[in-house]
């Protein structure tokens, strides 16, 4: 496993187009004797490893692999990217999928030597930083027949995770409009920048009205060329949140209102392209519960001198208040333990059991599928921010550490659900009596967004 997670590090890929990376997973799994089924989705870096032995259930275990732009660092600590610009695990997903692919070849040994009957599939899930992989996964049916689904992801603590997360909406608007020199006959063009700013200004009115949890917040991905010259084409992409899909259904609805009021008055026209949408994750208590029992009986992840070191060096590079923010999370004893301690791997009961968060996940998807849940393992420095050069460090170097003891709580998990019928039957009791109906987000013929991390 550690091989294959300082290969993916050493080369990142974002989403989408991680060929290498899914390329490396398949192999492992092929090696021992998964079929592969490869391009689901109609993502070429989608896959899923089926392995069975008897009549039983079929668990799934997702794994993520993409990267994130702008992020490159070398493991050091200070701001040193390796490739100025280029992408960066910033996210921890080179292990996140290299621990599922350890967990799912230890299920399938356990599968050979008779300790259970019944499949374990692993999913190769790409671009989940766009929320893209699962939701067009989904659409495919892959999670369909599914009796659970297992997953987790790196963070700076170890704890199931109870929580919920946002709903997304993820689209763009393109105005066209008519170009023209902008001081010698800025009459005769129509500008499409301009459509696009009435458009950011209308959603800046709106943030008034909408509920407080609701987020939407946006990125201009062309604006024109030269001042001299009146953009004939801009488009902005945005991302709306809500804590349930209906509420981001509302506000998306209000959102191209006013693009349409936009395009009106700059007398230009607008098009939408909608790239992918997500449910909140619906954690299932039974699930978190297997994972909180699991943790107990593997114990603490531990790290050595050199690793506290480093990890204590990048504290230093964090903004202010972000170790004392974590901190003031955590319940006793744990809050006393930790403090002062770089890295704190010792296990703790969840404590976000209500909370809809302020981040969204394709995982959500599958949570509306199959019962499912998460957990957090500590592979960043305590206060760590995500997506930031210090936890590329961290996945690039002490992160490792996490991983056999994140493959063994995959697995053993895993088994727990495949071998134990009241746990696996009370996990779809809850699902069934916490979850409605699944409707897939995307609308008809939509096609993958290989365009947003090109």
């Known amino acids: 496993m550690d091989e294959l997670a300082v290969d993916l590090w050493e080369h990142p890929e974002l989403g989408l187009h991680e060929e290498r990376a899914s390329r490396l997973l398949r192999g492992a799994l092929a090696e021992a004797g ?12 989608a896959f899923v490893a089926s392995y069975e032995s008897g009549d039983g259930p079929s668990i799934g275990v997702l794994g993520e692999y993409d990267a994130l732009p702008g992020l490159s660092q070398a493991v050091s600590a200070e701001r040193e990217p390796i490739d ?10 080179n292990l996140f999928g290299t ?6 070849i230890a299920v399938a040994r356990a599968l050979d030597r008779g300790d259970a009957a019944g499949e374990l599939r692993f999913y190769g899930c790409p671009a989940e930083e766009t929320l893209v992989g699962k939701t067009f996964m989904a659409r495919d049916g892959v999670f369909d027949d ?3 689904a ?21 689209l763009s608007f393109t105005f066209e409009g008519e170009s023209a020199h902008a001081a010698a006959s800025p009459e005769s063009g129509r500008s499409a920048l301009d459509a696009v700013q009435l458009l950011n200004t209308g959603v800046e009115y709106m943030r008034e009205h909408v509920p407080e949890a609701v987020r939407v917040h946006y990125n201009v991905q062309e604006g024109g060329d030269a001042p001299n010259v009146v953009p004939a084409e801009a488009s902005v992409w945005y991302f709306v949140r809500a804590p349930t899909r209906e509420g981001v259904e509302r506000v998306t609805a209000w959102l191209r209102e006013i693009a349409d009021g936009a395009a009106t008055m700059s007398r230009t026209t607008v ?3 909608y790239y ?20 107990a009986e593997i114990g603490p992840i531990e790290f050595d001198e050199a690793e506290h070191e480093l990890a204590a060096s990048l504290q230093e590079t964090f903004p202010e208040g972000a170790i004392d923010d974590r901190l003031s999370e955590f319940e006793p004893p744990h809050d006393e333990a930790a403090a002062g301690t770089a890295l704190y791997g010792e296990p703790m009961d969840a404590f976000d059991e209500g909370d809809p968060g302020g981040g969204s996940t394709d995982v959500g998807e599958v949570s509306q599928i199959t019962p499912t849940a998460q957990f957090r393992a500590t592979t960043w420095a305590l206060g760590t921010p995500a997506h930031s050069w210090q936890a590329v460090v961290a996945n690039g170097d002490f992160g490792r550490t996490a991983l056999p003891s994140v493959a063994k709580l995959l697995a053993g998990s895993t088994l727990d ?14 699902f069934e009596r916490e979850v409605g109906e699944y409707e897939n987000p995307l609308p008809a013929e939509t096609e993958p967004p290989f365009e947003l991390t090109q």
Request: aromatic share 4%; glycine share 12%; net charge negative.
């Open 271 to 273: 098009s939408e392209r």
């Open 276 to 295: 992918t949408g997500v449910h909140r994750l619906v954690s299932n208590s039974v699930v978190a519960d297997t994972f909180r029992e699991n943790m």
């Open 34 to 45: 998964f079929e592969i089924e490869a391009g689901v989705g109609d993502m070429p870096t």
């Open 146 to 148: 599914l009796a659970a």
């Open 150 to 170: 297992v997953t987790w992801h790196p963070s700076d603590h170890t704890a199931p995770q109870r929580g919920s997360s946002l709903a997304l909406d993820s």
């Open 99 to 104: 621990a599922g692919v350890g967990a799912a």
């Open 417 to 430: 659900l495949l071998t134990d019928e009241d746990r696996l039957a009370a996990a779809r009791e809850e």
């Open 84 to 93: 100025a610009g280029g992408p960066g695990h910033g996210c921890g997903h």
